[in-house]
């Protein structure tokens, strides 16, 4: 998340989504640490129309700031869907190398192991992924 979406995302917090709350700007960017780039983040969020001045240095969001701060939010549940998909997809690799495995105590041949191994690799893969999301 960038520093625009942060802030939007902090105007968003403090506002309650409302469109009617006055904040601070300057006293943001100075807990937040972006005060050296005021100007920039506001002149950013007013070209986005995200917020709009009220006075000077004191915004307001606007219904597009509301969308897009909770659009910005989202990034923890799309990180959690993906967890959900690839969690799946290592169940489902899980239940097929157990066929794989029997298939090869059926028969023990070279032939019959290199599936087992093809899925194991798969399987660390999709973990790793998991992991790297998380």
Known sequence: MDAYHKILSRIFEISGGKDSVDVDLVD???????????????ARLKGESWVTESRANVVRITHWGVAEAKKSGTARPDAARAIERDSRKLLSETRELSVVIEEFMAEPTKERF???????????????GISKTM
């Open 28 to 42: 943001l960017t100075k807990k937040e640490g972006y005060y050296p780039s005021i100007d920039d983040i506001a």
């Open 114 to 128: 290199g599936p087992v191994t093809e899925k194991l690799a798969l399987m660390e893969s999709l973990a790793a």
